[in-house]
């Protein structure tokens, strides 16, 4: 089994400025000003001790303690500061369509463009809520070519807050002399600094939905002096006072670090919280083979050679007849289709008249009305910020009408957003628009033209 490693960067602001400055045709540097805390588990071992050293250090003793790269891996926990969570709802449950979508429903939610985050979601509910983590594409990018430079096999990045213990109707909080984390379900959580507690554990009591019925609080002690313990309890019990929410603290002679590090030994392997997803995702490692292949790939290689031969004289006789027969297709095609003056691809073309005939010029999809719908609403709200704000969006199988419940300033950027669309080559009707509190409140069903 392979051995895992758990490291995270003692001072997060040297790491990003180091992302920050990196050039593509220049190796990093700053290795030993970047200070790492660091420990490893084995299926037969516990979590040891864990030390603090600089990159460059850390580097050079996990090379001497697993000299392959086949032997280790490393599970990278950054604070959960620099993710941005959402929740979203979107109705398919196609994850072509929740991939394609995902973008234009989170984007008025991020202060930066969406295109500089890579995005990763969890399992989506019943009622269509989907929750969204995202990180910025260059700290993911230059830290997988840091480890990639130092030979070090990155495996996940995760988020400290979502790499604490949980439990059906429970969340858990963890806190130490610096640090706030509170994980609330699968993907969603929050990291703060603790001189922040008051404030934010009174807003998220009061928002975040549903409340627990029991708040799990991890105190660890290492950097928790008694007067600092009391005002933790007292932070907490004054947030959840409202609420029939049960309190249960336990204390641990620790600090954060290997509590995280105890918790990633027992989580599974492949977590949905791991940023190294998609065009991330970390590359798979194999132990070398000691078996003499040499003789095996000498036939193999002569096989090939005559084969190929082979293949070629086949291949001489079998274009030949290609193009006898795509001559004669296409003089078919003429025949049935006169209309069509330009021919580049016989069977496509033809199967798309076939097609067309079956379908009948079938109504837009989904994600077509919802892609054109969306870049509209883009659009507005670059001109004048928050002009439109989706709520929620349905779509209509059987009568293939895009269902946008929306929130407009007024009643002239409702009609505005209903002649983009219009010009966009979509019918739009009104289902219902009222003003209330200053804003106003609508559904609009919005169809293709040809349907």
């Known amino acids: 089994m392979t051995t895992k490693v758990y490291l995270r960067f003692v001072n997060e602001n040297q790491w990003v400025g180091l992302c920050e400055a990196a050039q593509d045709d220049a190796p990093l540097d700053m290795l030993d000003d970047l200070m790492v805390e660091w420990c490893w588990s084995a299926t037969d071992h516990p979590v040891q001790a864990s030390a603090v050293v600089s990159f460059r250090e850390f580097a050079a003793e996990v090379h001497q303690r697993w000299p392959q790269t086949y032997l280790f891996g490393i599970d990278l926990v950054i604070s959960g500061a620099h993710t941005v969570g959402a929740q979203v709802n979107i109705p398919s449950k196609q994850m072509r369509h929740i991939a394609q979508a995902l973008p234009y429903m989170i984007e008025d939610q991020l202060a930066q463009d969406v295109a500089q985050f890579h995005l990763i979601h969890g399992t989506r509910s019943d009622n269509g809520e989907l929750p969204v983590l995202g990180l910025p594409r260059n700290l993911i990018e230059v830290t997988q070519r840091l480890f990639a430079e130092q030979q070090l096999p990155l495996d996940a990045i995760v988020p400290d807050m979502l790499c604490l213990p949980l439990a059906t109707g429970e969340w858990t909080l963890l806190a130490d002399g610096k640090h706030l984390l509170l994980r609330q379900s699968e993907m969603a959580g929050i990291a703060i600094e603790i001189d922040a507690a008051p404030v934010v554990l009174a807003a998220v009591f009061e928002h975040?939905?549903?409340?627990?019925?029991?708040?799990?609080?991890?105190?660890?002690?290492?950097?928790?002096?008694?007067?600092?313990?009391?005002?933790?309890?007292?932070?907490?019990?004054?947030?959840?006072?409202?609420?029939?929410?049960?309190?249960e603290y336990d204390e641990i002679a620790s600090d954060y670090f290997p509590v995280l590090c105890d918790r990633l030994q027992s989580a599974a392997r492949k977590s949905p919280s791991n940023f190294l997803q998609g065009a991330y995702t970390a590359k798979g490692r194999r132990k070398p083979s000691s078996y003499n292949w040499k003789p095996l790939a000498a036939l193999a290689a002569t096989f090939v050679i005559a084969y190929t031969a082979f293949l070629y004289t086949q291949s001489w006789k079998?274009?030949?007849?290609?193009?006898?027969?795509?001559?004669?297709?296409?003089?078919?095609?003429?025949?049935?289709?006169?209309?069509?003056?330009?021919?580049?691809?016989?069977?496509?073309?033809?199967?798309?008249?076939?097609?067309?005939?079956?379908?009948?010029?079938?109504?837009?999809?989904?994600?077509?009305?919802?892609?054109?719908?969306?870049?509209?609403i883009q659009q507005m709200n670059r001109a004048m910020q928050d002009s439109i704000k989706p709520q929620r969006a349905s779509y209509d199988e059987n009568q293939g009408d895009l269902r946008l419940d929306l929130l407009a300033k007024d009643f002239a950027q409702l009609e505005t957003l209903k002649s983009r669309l219009e010009s966009s080559s979509l019918l739009v009707e009104t289902a219902s628009a009222a003003q209330d509190a200053g804003v106003v409140k609508a559904r609009l069903k919005i169809r293709s033209q040809r349907s």
Request: glycine fraction near 2%; proline fraction near 3%; aromatic fraction near 10%.
């Open 208 to 247: 975040w939905q549903p409340r627990p019925a029991t708040l799990r609080v991890l105190l660890c002690k290492e950097h928790l002096n008694d007067y600092l313990m009391s005002w933790v309890k007292t932070q907490i019990n004054t947030a959840v006072a409202d609420s029939e929410t049960v309190v």
């Open 318 to 376: 079998f274009n030949s007849e290609y193009k006898r027969l795509e001559a004669e297709a296409t003089t078919l095609y003429k025949r049935l289709f006169p209309s069509d003056r330009r021919i580049v691809n016989v069977k496509r073309q033809m199967e798309q008249h076939i097609q067309n005939f079956q379908r009948g010029q079938k109504s837009e999809s989904f994600l077509a009305l919802m892609t054109i719908t969306g870049q509209q």
